[in-house]
């Protein structure tokens, strides 16, 4: 019985973070205002390419997503250039155990810039957006990292229009 409720916490609990993404504390309107995102594909394991997990392939996944939900993704050169612009990492840090499983964490972040107020248009970066996910993978089941990503990028499409409510 203990086990029964133990697993029910957890469940409701990892239910109610995917609800949401996180943002750092004393924050508000994170998303708010952001015009274009660039995007930074990251940390695909090596092992996993030949069976099609590829930068390349999640970069396309990942931009029509966002495009089909009225986002605009732009170059890192754009995004460096536009003001308001940011960031989004998509980073798949993965560890393979003896047994041949991929530990697998997918994790999406969004970066804004701060201006540093120099002659030379300075800035720097900082985290106002993240969610993640955990699973275990055999190499041949890439097909669920795609899950993780589309399941992450609904969560921060959903907050995005909800912070960028268009009248």
């Known amino acids: 019985m203990r086990l029964a409720v ?42 996993l390419v030949p069976y099609g997990l590829t930068a390349t392939r999640l970069t396309a996944a990942v931009a029509e997503t966002l495009t089909e939900a009225g986002l605009t993704v732009m170059t890192r050169k754009a995004a460096d250039e536009t003001p308001q612009a940011a960031l989004l990492r998509v980073r798949t840090v993965t560890n393979r155990d003896a047994q041949g499983f991929y530990h697998l964490s997918v994790k999406l972040e969004v970066r804004t810039k701060l201006p540093l107020d120099n002659p030379a248009g300075g800035f ?19 097909d669920k990292v795609d899950r993780l990503v589309a399941d992450q990028l609904a969560v921060f499409i959903a907050d995005f229009r909800a912070e960028n409510i268009r009248e």
């Open 124 to 142: 720097v970066s900082q985290v106002v957006w993240t969610t993640a996910e955990n699973a275990v993978i055999l190499a041949n089941e890439v």
């Open 6 to 47: 133990l697993i029910a916490v957890l469940l409701l609990c990892s239910a109610a973070h995917a609800i949401e993404g996180w943002r750092p504390p004393f924050s508000h309107m994170t998303l708010n205002g952001i015009p274009g995102v660039a995007l930074s594909i990251e940390d695909i394991h090596p092992d």
